[in-house]
């Protein structure tokens, strides 16, 4: 299985400055034909994931500018430019690219 | 809009077997695959398994197998998870999700909560 690792696991962040999560796979998520399977998702208290960024840096439609994802290979980060208090949740980090799927352990961002 | 109404929660006991379901209403049921996911409070999202709606293909965890069957229903255009021999670990969240294409899961269920006590 693939594994997902993700830091900071913690992310206290005043508003209006910007946040940065990384995510590492252990294995390589960029498939031959060069699209890299890895999936942004935010969890907000007591809802369903809901789906930020795929692709690794294509924002879901109705996702604020914002949010943007980078990276390649088994590197990857999530940014937001001016955090809201609307973005506090768990930030997770998902490889679609082979079954089992496999989550990161999540980033909790809060409100300093 | 596209939407996912799961069952509501269950309480059962260790050993018995819980059924989910998940209904699918404001898009083309057969078009997109259903995955379940399942979440410990605290804990990441575990996947379970993913079902090809149009076929009824399956493919589970190996974590589960043995224990996991999804099936679905195109005229009610419900899917259904259904999880055996339940064990206390298997207390969780559990999340039917649609899966658009290229990876994502842009469309999820608002969870169901198993909760496996004596």
């Known amino acids: 299985d693939i594994v997902m690792t993700q830091s900071p696991l913690s992310l206290p962040v005043t508003p209006g400055e910007p946040a940065s999560i990384s995510c590492r796979s252990s294995q390589s998520l960029q498939r031959s034909d060069g699209y890299k399977f890895l999936d942004w998702y935010l969890q907000k208290a007591g809802q369903s994931p809901q789906l930020l960024i795929y692709?690794?840096?294509t924002r879901a439609p109705g996702v604020p500018d914002r949010f943007s994802g980078s990276g390649s290979g088994t590197d990857f980060t999530l940014n937001i430019t001016r955090v809201e208090a609307e973005d506090v949740g768990v930030y997770y980090c998902?490889?679609?690219?082979?079954?089992?799927?496999?989550f990161g352990q999540g980033t909790k961002l809060e409100i300093k | 809009q596209a939407q996912l109404v799961q069952s509501e929660s269950e309480m059962k006991k260790p050993g018995a077997s819980v059924k989910i379901s998940c209904k699918a209403s404001g898009y083309s049921f057969t078009t997109h695959a259903i995955h379940w996911v399942r979440q410990v409070p605290g804990q990441r999202p575990e996947w379970m398994g993913w079902l090809d709606v149009r076929t009824g293909d399956t493919k589970y965890s190996d974590n589960l197998q043995g224990r996991v069957s999804i099936t679905r229903n195109t005229s009610a255009t419900t899917a259904y998870l259904d999880l055996s021999s339940l064990r206390l670990e298997d207390t969780a969240v559990y999340f039917c999700?649609?899966?658009w294409g290229m990876g994502r899961l842009d469309n999820w269920g608002q969870g169901t909560l198993v909760t496996v006590s004596s």
């Open positions: 998902m490889q679609p690219l082979q079954t089992p799927y496999t």
């Open positions: 692709l690794g840096s």
């Open positions: 999700a649609r899966h």
